[in-house]
Antibody, heavy 121, light 108 residues
Framework: QVQLVQSGAEVKKPGSSVRVSCKAS????????VNWVRQAPGQGLEWMGN????????DYAQNFEGRVTITADESTLTSYLEVSSLRSQDTAMYYC??????????????WGQGTLVTVSS | EIVLTQSPGTLSLSPGERAALSCRTS???????LAWYQQRPGQAPRLLIF???TRASGIPDRFSGSGSGTDFTLTISRLEPEDSAVYYC?????????FGQGTTVEIK
């Protein structure tokens, strides 16, 4: 069974950066895209971008381009999301999610447990 | 960017009733690239339906999807208490992959 395990909750100061990791295991490989989805408290889901580890070139939503960096380590099947210049509006749960089939675009069949990032002075 | 608009915002129904959730897209979306997710409080979203009408693994057959073009529907044929959740549609036809704002289903 595929599992995506994310790193733990973070508390950050405004203006700093945060890096969240997502490690995949159990019957997946580097041809599947890993997506990052943000959910602010009480709000809906917002796609931030994704990466196919074997290809390595991320695709970003325009809202996040320039402040978000998505990378992947093909050897460990770990994807990383880095958000810089944090502000209070970045306080949210961040999820990673795997495409159902790779590498063409597909729905998200497996999700990480979520990482809560709190930005507060 | 393709905008997805879901309606109604909230649906309050009794167990055993039928729920119909609408998702309208601002541009035509291929039927192969429309999905529905369920999110219960405090949990990550769960894939229910992909390619408009194909149930994901382990999803009960009371969940069904239909539609084409710009108009899509998720139907829950016989509501059960555990169906209380927020439901999101998503298009993955074109980047950015966008979600609707969600429909909350409450079970009376």
């Amino acid at each position: 069974q595929v599992q995506l395990v994310q790193s733990g909750a973070e508390v950050k100061k405004p203006g700093s950066s945060v890096r969240v990791s997502c490690k995949a295991s159990g019957g997946t490989d580097s041809t599947y895209a890993v997506n990052w989805v943000r959910q602010a408290p009480g709000q809906g889901l917002e796609w931030m971008g994704n990466i196919v580890p074997i290809i390595g070139t991320p695709d970003y939503a325009q809202n996040f381009e320039g402040r978000v960096t998505i990378t992947a380590d093909e050897s460990t099947l770990t994807s990383y999301l880095e958000v810089s210049s944090l502000r209070s509006q970045d306080t949210a749960m961040y999820y990673c999610a795997r495409d159902r089939s790779g590498p063409d675009s597909d729905a998200f069949d497996f999700w990480g447990q979520g990482t809560l990032v709190t930005v507060s002075s | 960017e393709i905008v997805l608009t879901q309606s109604p915002g909230t649906l309050s129904l009794s167990p055993g009733e039928r729920a119909a959730l609408s998702c309208r897209t601002s541009q035509r979306v291929s039927s192969s690239y429309l999905a529905w997710y369920q999110q219960r409080p405090g949990q990550a979203p769960r894939l229910l339906i992909f390619a408009t009408s194909t149930r994901a693994s382990g999803i009960p057959d009371r969940f069904s999807g239909s539609g084409s073009g710009t108009d899509f529907t998720l139907t829950i044929s016989r509501l059960e208490p555990e169906d209380s959740a927020v439901y999101y549609c998503q298009q993955y036809d074109r980047s950015p992959r966008t979600f609707g704002q969600g429909t909350t289903v409450e079970i009376k």
